[in-house]
């Protein structure tokens, strides 16, 4: 399916609006750096590229809409059984959050596409749980574990942590897979490695024998070798960003170029679409746009767009000039749906001719067809998002969610 929106588009806006508005099975890669439950605030330092960034990693149940939680129950109940699992509400909040926006990134998510969630010791074996639920266990495919080295302190109670955690989900089988790969620093490094005896055939090229299959032994040149590299493991050693770095930009918790750069490698071809639903300072945009990838970014805070243009400029020059918009994406892959207000009848008939809001019985033409997720925030014109309202909860509820209407009914 076509993307509904243009190459290099950088939307302001809660992530979960924006995505309800994408076609389905339209993105090749989603990579995502989404808060992690520190319980920290973060703020960049006045006079950086990215001052007047800040946002807050603590987490509460006011911070969650409930009907986020009915729509998992109802729909996802093996992901509603994890959620309940969650030791603390705030740890709940913070993966019922994550849990509504992961279902609609595995919507968008060709069957061909993966994903990279990044997060930290804090919430990543909870995540993991919500991951399985969403995407399967049959899906997953590694825990990668980026590892990065500072000044370590003696620490009273704990050991120092150095790494972060990269969850690499696929959407299916068969889902495109480039195995990393480092160069090798020099011939002597391969051949100390591999522990061979070098031989030289005919036309004086180098080789060492290796393991064919079948108790084969085959020839494998020096040269190829050279050329193919040391495949990588799960654990990847890429510095942190320091203070000097020119791809600074000051966000409280940029991610540096060689990290992003090769999770999109791995997991993507060329020309690909990449999103990343929380780009803060737009480093996996700038990653993808340097591979030859296309790409969108998603971010609530309004510098992300700045930051963006400010660093496309500095790869691209005076040509750099991404799509800036507010607004929510018009899904067009389902195809042309009935009016909501045909519905009416099916729906009075689920609802037993109840209100879906204060519960009362109507006659059926004294009920009103709602989109339960209005369109403005994303919401379509399918009958799984309308209801039935009375005309008092519907002027009531607006454009607003259910979660809205309940609080003002408790307070009549």
Same mark, same amino acid.
């Given at each position: 399916?076509?993307?509904?929106?243009?190459?290099? %588009?950088?939307?302001?806006? =809660?992530?979960?609006?924006?995505?309800?508005?994408?076609?389905?099975?339209?993105?090749?890669?989603?990579?995502?750096?989404?808060?992690?439950?520190?319980?920290?605030?973060?703020? +960049?330092?006045?006079?950086?590229?990215?001052?007047? !960034?800040?946002?807050?990693?603590? #987490?509460?149940?006011?911070?969650?809409?409930?009907? #986020?939680?009915?729509?998992?129950?109802?729909?996802?109940? &093996?992901?509603?059984?994890?959620?309940?699992?969650?030791?603390?509400?705030?740890?709940?909040?913070?993966?019922?959050?994550?849990?509504?926006?992961?279902?609609?990134?595995?919507?968008?998510?060709?069957?061909? &596409?993966?994903?990279?969630?990044?997060?930290?010791?804090?919430?990543?074996h909870y995540l993991k749980l919500v991951m399985d639920a969403i995407f399967g266990r049959g899906?997953?495919?590694?825990?990668?574990?980026?590892?990065?080295?500072? #000044?370590?302190?003696?620490?009273?109670?704990?050991?120092?942590?150095?790494?972060?955690?990269?969850?690499?989900?696929?959407? +299916?089988?068969?889902?495109?897979?480039?195995?990393?790969?480092?160069?090798?620093?020099? @011939?002597?490094?391969?051949?100390?490695?591999?522990?061979?005896?070098?031989?030289?055939?005919? =036309? &004086?090229?180098?080789?060492?024998?290796?393991?064919?299959?079948? *108790?084969?032994?085959?020839?494998?040149?020096?040269?190829?070798?050279?050329?193919?590299?040391?495949?990588?493991?799960?654990?990847?050693?890429?510095?942190?960003?320091?203070?000097?770095?020119?791809?600074? %930009?000051?966000?409280?918790?940029?991610?540096?170029?060689a990290l992003y750069s090769r999770l999109i490698a791995t997991g993507s071809d060329e020309g690909?679409?990449?999103?990343?639903?929380?780009?803060?300072?737009?480093?996996?945009?700038? +990653?993808?746009?340097?591979?030859?990838?296309? #790409?969108?970014?998603?971010?609530?805070?309004?510098?992300?767009?700045?930051? %963006?243009?400010?660093?496309?400029?500095?790869?691209? *020059?005076?040509?750099?000039?991404?799509?800036?918009? %507010?607004?929510?994406? $018009?899904? !067009?892959?389902?195809?042309?749906?009935?009016?909501?207000?045909?519905?009416? @009848?099916?729906?009075? *008939?689920?609802?037993? &001719?109840?209100?879906?809001?204060?519960?009362?019985?109507?006659?059926? $033409?004294? /009920?009103?067809?709602?989109?339960?997720?209005?369109?403005?925030?994303?919401?379509?014109?399918?009958?799984?998002?309308?209801? /039935? /309202?009375?005309?008092?909860?519907?002027?009531?509820?607006?454009?607003?969610?259910?979660?809205?209407?309940?609080?003002?009914?408790?307070?009549?």
């Amino acid at each position: 399916m076509e993307a509904n929106f243009l190459n290099q %588009t950088v939307w302001t806006g =809660d992530c979960l609006d924006i995505l309800r508005g994408m076609n389905s099975e339209c993105v090749d890669l989603i990579c995502l750096d989404p808060p992690f439950n520190s319980n920290a605030n973060y703020a +960049a330092p006045i006079g950086s590229q990215a001052a007047g !960034a800040e946002f807050k990693d603590t #987490w509460t149940l006011s911070d969650i809409d409930s009907e #986020w939680i009915n729509l998992i129950e109802s729909k996802h109940p &093996g992901l509603y059984r994890v959620l309940l699992a969650a030791m603390t509400d705030s740890d709940k909040s913070y993966l019922v959050y994550m849990a509504v926006r992961l279902l609609e990134m595995r919507r968008i998510l060709k069957p061909t &596409g993966s994903l990279f969630l990044h997060c930290d010791p804090t919430m990543s074996h909870y995540l993991k749980l919500v991951m399985d639920a969403i995407f399967g266990r049959g899906n997953f495919r590694n825990e990668i574990i980026w590892h990065y080295s500072g #000044w370590n302190k003696r620490l009273k109670a704990h050991i120092e942590r150095r790494h972060d955690v990269i969850l690499f989900y696929s959407k +299916a089988d068969g889902a495109v897979f480039h195995p990393p790969t480092r160069t090798w620093d020099s @011939k002597e490094e391969y051949i100390k490695v591999r522990k061979q005896k070098v031989r030289v055939d005919e =036309d &004086g090229r180098e080789y060492v024998l290796s393991d064919g299959g079948g *108790g084969k032994r085959v020839r494998r040149y020096l040269d190829e070798a050279m050329r193919y590299g040391v495949p990588l493991d799960d654990v990847w050693d890429i510095p942190k960003l320091n203070n000097s770095d020119k791809e600074r %930009t000051g966000y409280p918790t940029q991610k540096p170029l060689a990290l992003y750069s090769r999770l999109i490698a791995t997991g993507s071809d060329e020309g690909a679409l990449v999103l990343d639903p929380f780009c803060g300072c737009a480093t996996t945009c700038i +990653a993808a746009q340097d591979l030859g990838r296309q #790409w969108a970014g998603i971010d609530v805070a309004g510098k992300a767009i700045e930051l %963006t243009r400010v660093r496309l400029r500095e790869e691209l *020059g005076l040509f750099a000039n991404p799509i800036h918009r %507010t607004d929510i994406p $018009q899904r !067009a892959d389902m195809g042309k749906l009935p009016r909501p207000a045909s519905h009416k @009848k099916t729906l009075y *008939g689920q609802q037993a &001719g109840n209100c879906e809001g204060c519960g009362e019985h109507f006659q059926i $033409q004294n /009920l009103e067809v709602d989109h339960i997720i209005p369109r403005s925030k994303g919401g379509t014109d399918h009958i799984e998002n309308l209801q /039935l /309202l009375c005309g008092s909860c519907n002027r009531i509820k607006g454009n607003r969610g259910m979660e809205y209407l309940r609080v003002k009914l408790q307070l009549r």
